[in-house]
């Protein structure tokens, strides 16, 4: 029986994989698609979602979410996203691990007229067989909880790729999608969800894609899977100067394995039930503190630690050979 998921993303590299991924993949049926500002403008990551959703084949509708964070970008006192991870080509020319506009053809793809949010209050009005997996700032979920808070307990299961309990990415201490909007997450963590699952850095970190899966993505040959190819090869070039893994010609590839683990739950080899809660100020802005005492009593996050690489790559290869 297939999953319905409904797919938030800030698209980026690896949000048009996990697309790609849930829109292909038999075991997902994919009920509508979200964008938020995150790794780029809402604008920029509304089109780049289009143009990957065009690449599928897929009519399913897209919502377009968020333009700002809840409050950060109001407040002078949060401290800045202190580094883009900036690589150089052989001419010496900068570039980054997700493009302002990806290189797939425009789209003429109209999204819905509703709001993200609005359609995430009123699809969730009742209670709905349907997973949602937030793979960017949450920025259009916490305003979807504002404006109805009952719909926590009437979503399946929220799949969360962002935080870190110890891998950080945009500061010392924090991850991008919980540090560009630190209140919408905590907003998230804190409302009540029935089941929360968090794949932050610490599992994304190694549940890498190789240069040699690259290869079988190659092989394939489908337009799927030639355009995840064309991703993850930008990625391992900014990982191996930037944020070297612990395997070489390697990246994360951080969106999809949420989709990965509706899938195949055991892609999911370590999970731990603990509280979790993101700081609001000072260096630790936008940080995930993760609460390992045995005797807490108010556990909300079921958060990943460790997943298995190859059958992540597995399912993703089953995925792509079915694009036309
Ligand atoms: O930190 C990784 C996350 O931030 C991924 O979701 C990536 O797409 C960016 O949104
Ligand atoms: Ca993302």
Redesign the pocket.
Known sequence: MSRKVILD???????AVAIMLAALHPEIDLVAVCSVK??QPLANTTENTKRVLDLVKSDVPLYKGCKFPVVRDVCPWRIEFDNRATAVDENGKPFY??QDFNSLPESTRKEEAKPASVFYAEYFAEPKDTTIVA???LTNLATAILINPDMVENVEELVI??GGDIDA??SSCS???IF?DPEAAQLVFQAGFKRIVLCP?DV?HKAMVTKDDCKRFVEIGTPAALFADKMCQTRIEVHTQCQPLTLPDAC?L??PLCIAYLIDPSVITKMEYLHVDVSLSGMTDGATIVDHRYFQNNRNVHICYDGDRKKFVDIMCDAFKLSK
């Open positions: 993303v800030d698209t980026g590299s690896d949000d995150g790794n691990i997700h793979v960017g700032p790729m962002g990415n945009s991850e991008f999608n560009a850095l994304t994360a951080h969106d």
